[in-house]
């Protein structure tokens, strides 16, 4: 009988053994089943993280782009804006300019209208008197007083 306990405790330490290396590998698989569930789990939210990232990235981008393309609009509005008034300034010079020189040739033809009104009527008045003065001559010289 003795030789049946001894194979009964060894096969039973063999058992044991096994049933010891079958938990470990059973503890290990679920370990890493577990850390492999987990893993998938956080490279899930890395990369919804990555796409929140990235769209809120982009997003910006996108308003930035915007606040430029404002910007540059608004710049060149001004630009064109002062070109324009730089080209009315021009214009408003050009006929101030010509109203300018129309205004000086109605004063001058007015002052020349005066003056030869006043030429005129000292030639008619000279040409009253001396034709005043010939007839009194012609009296004079035919009898007629």
Do not use: N
Not at 42 to 52: D, E, K
């Amino acid at each position: 009988w003795a030789w049946r306990r001894c194979r009964f405790r060894k096969l039973t330490r063999v058992r044991v053994s096994i049933a010891i290396v079958l938990q470990k590998h059973a503890r290990r698989h679920r370990v890493a089943h577990r850390f492999a569930f987990l893993h998938e789990k956080v490279r899930g939210c890395q990369r919804i993280w990555r796409g929140h990232h990235t769209r809120r990235l982009l997003s910006e981008l996108e308003r930035r782009a915007y606040k430029l393309q404002a910007f540059w609009y608004q710049a060149v509005a001004r630009a064109r804006m002062a070109d324009m008034q730089r080209a009315a300034k021009v214009v408003q010079r050009t006929v101030r300019e010509r109203h300018a020189v129309l205004a000086a040739r109605r004063r001058l033809a007015a002052a020349m209208r005066t003056h030869s009104f006043w030429m005129m009527y000292k030639v008619r008045r000279q040409l009253w008197r001396r034709q005043r003065a010939a007839a009194l001559v012609q009296r004079w010289y035919h009898g007629q007083r």
